[in-house]
Every structure is written in C-alpha cells, then in structure tokens.
C-alpha cells in the first residue's frame, strides 16, 4: 500500500527504535523521509537498514541535537531543500534520564530531560508549521508516552516533560487546525526499544529480562510491545485518513493505562 507517495516526512530520533521503525514503515509505503538524529554512525546505519527493506527509497540524513534551536531550523530548511514541502512531522526524539527520587535527582539531567523532551519537540512545530501553513496541509505527531498521561515513579522530569508534549500538541490542533494541519499525540507503555530495555536495566542490574517479565504481567496482554505496532498507529495519523483526529493522546500501552483510571 503506496499512500504516502510524494508525502515527505521528518523524523526526530529516527536511528533507532520508535523513530526507526516508523521510517521502515512509511518506506515500505512510499514516503520520502527526512531522518534525523544526534548520531551520524547510527544514522546513516537505519539508512542501510531502511534501503534494504525498501531500496529507492528517497532518504535525507541530517546530524541535529533537537534541543538546538538553530540546528532544528536547519533540519527544516534542508528538508524543504531536498523535497519542497513537509507534510508529516513525527516528533519522536526523547531521552528517559535517570531514575531517582524527586528530591535526589540531579538537576543537571532534568534540564536535559526538559532541553530535549520538550524544547525538541516544540523547536519542530515552531519551524515546521509554518511551511505547512503555506501548504495549507500538515500531519504532526508528538511522542508523549504513558508518562505523559500519568504518574511515573522516580521519573519527575520525563514525566513533566512528557505531560506538556500532551499538553503543546493540544494547543497546536488548536491553533493550526483551520491551516489544515492536524496534531496528535502517542502515548507508547513499554515497547521494547533499547531505551525501554536500559530501564529495565536500572531496575534491576542483576537480571534485567526479570524485571520485563514481572513489568509484562501487569498488562492485560501480559507482554510488552513492538516497536512495529507503534510504527502502524503512527503511519496512520500521519496518512491522509487522520483528517479529523486532532489534539489527542492516544495510549498505545496494551489496554495498561486502563488500570490508572486517567487517561
């Protein structure tokens, strides 16, 4: 199914997990793609990765740290350069940090946290809706998490951050939603990426695939997710068929958030 042909789409953290297996998505569907990263080497390897499962896909790579204001503005413009127009935004680039207590945490990594969580996703939207305003046409997509929709233990800045992406992609479909511009959010739960499989090593060093499988046995699916299931929920709200869907978070989370009343 080619319904992204001639759609060009940016994608922030886009070597790895969530970010990466969008792109595979959307190339299999024909998009052009505008991936960006902070690590050239990972980069340019889901570049491989993606021309293999695709080959002649249009793929721009750019080197940016998100939370550069200047070198958000770069990406954007060097994606006009190659495409001519942006029609997908999916704001996916985020860090966790670390876990420890509210009044432990090292606040030096919590302004990293809100730099890259928040700032990142903000720099996109300020410099990407406007090229979609002259288009009169956008699709954006913000990475919250299960974070974003509720508490999570020893995550004060990951949490704080992602409520306000929940919060930001609100105020965008309903600022932008007359240009034709729709913004949704996604809220993931544990999808096996390698930033989920990192906590799982700060939980427990020891034995981390103990942890996964005590963490699963609280969701109703009792297992965690794929990062390909993500990928499909995301294609869609960036297709043409999400033309009314707009200023939601939606939990992609195996029915867990369900369990916290709050979504």
């Keep these: 199914m080619k319904n992204f042909e001639n759609k060009t789409i940016i994608i922030t953290g886009a070597a790895m997990g969530l970010g990466l297996a969008t792109a595979k998505e959307l190339a299999s569907r024909g ?37 550069n204001e200047e070198a958000v503005k770069h990406y954007v413009a060097e994606t006009v350069k190659a495409f001519g127009r942006i029609d997908g935004l999916y704001n996916n680039a985020g860090i966790e940090g670390k876990q420890a207590p509210i009044t432990e945490y090292d606040v030096t990594i919590f302004k990293k946290v809100i730099d890259i969580n928040l700032m990142g996703v903000y720099y996109g939207m300020r410099y990407v809706i406007p090229v979609m305003q002259k288009q009169q046409y956008g699709r954006i997509v913000n990475v919250a998490s299960v974070g974003g929709i509720r508490g999570v233990l020893n995550q004060m800045p990951y949490v704080a951050s992602k409520h306000a992406v929940s919060g930001m992609t609100k105020n965008a479909a309903l600022e932008y939603g007359r240009d034709g511009i729709i913004s949704n959010a996604i809220a993931p739960g544990a999808i096996l990426t390698p930033m989920v499989a990192e906590a799982f090593k700060q939980v427990n060093p020891a034995d981390p695939a103990a942890a996964e499988k005590e963490y699963a046995q609280h969701n109703p699916t009792k297992r965690l997710g794929l990062p390909v299931e993500v990928a499909k929920v995301v294609a869609f709200l960036l297709s043409e068929d999400a033309s009314y869907l707009n200023g939601q978070t939606i939990a992609i989370d195996g029915g867990e958030s369900n369990i916290y009343g709050n979504v």
């Design 31 to 67: 998009a052009n793609l505008s991936l960006v990263d902070y690590n050239e080497q990972a980069l340019q390897e889901a570049k491989k990765e993606i021309l293999t499962q695709s080959p002649g896909a249009d793929i721009l790579t750019v080197v940016t740290d998100v939370s």
